[in-house]
């Protein structure tokens, strides 16, 4: 193979080589704001979860405690109905146990969604770090492409300058002497 048409094979694989390292550095970073785009959608999710969750807990702890109330109501009403005193002895400790239990029944209700609040938060923030992870990701495989795309050309350079270019300038290459059917001639 002659010289110029090595150096030129040379020279096209090495820019080949750079082009694919920079296309897969692009690829990795898009592929990363990608992800980052899908856990930032999550993290949104977790959040409106999270709202959700607030409002249905504090609806359920309401209801719980107006159902005691109707419940207190019908026992007094029964209560009365049958001739006894609501107000004093079985009948006013019946609807104390009522209410205490109740008001338990509530906070248990007011705790577990506090709770669900909580991890839907917490699943929120995972996500948002993600993000963040995944942006830091993207940034660093594209700069790694680039520093390798830079070495594959400073490899290229220092063994084209060590080897192919060194033999065009030799007194005894063929290419200086004319034995080459590129060059032609005698220089």
Do not use: H
Not at 145 to 164: P, R
């Amino acid at each position: 193979m002659c010289v110029p048409l090595a150096v030129a094979a040379a020279v096209a694989a090495t820019a080949t080589s750079v082009a694919g390292t920079i296309s897969q550095a692009n690829t990795a970073r898009r592929t990363a704001n990608y992800q980052a785009a899908v856990a930032r959608n999550n993290q949104e999710i977790a959040n409106q979860n999270a709202q959700t969750a607030a409002q249905v807990g504090a609806a359920q702890e309401a209801e719980k405690r107006q159902d005691i109330r109707r419940l207190t109501a019908a026992q007094r009403v029964a209560g009365a109905a049958s001739g006894l005193d609501v107000n004093s002895g079985s009948m006013l400790a019946l609807q104390e146990d009522t209410a205490g239990l109740g008001e338990l029944d509530a906070l248990t209700i007011r705790d577990s969604a506090n709770r669900q609040v909580r991890g839907y938060q917490q699943q929120g923030l995972n996500y948002g770090t993600q993000a963040q992870a995944d942006i830091a990701a993207g940034k660093a495989a594209r700069t790694a492409g680039y520093i390798s795309a830079a070495g594959t050309l400073f490899e290229a350079g220092s063994s084209m300058k060590g080897s192919k270019w060194n033999s065009l300038k030799t007194p005894n290459s063929p290419m200086v002497q004319g034995k080459s059917g590129l060059m032609g001639g005698r220089v």
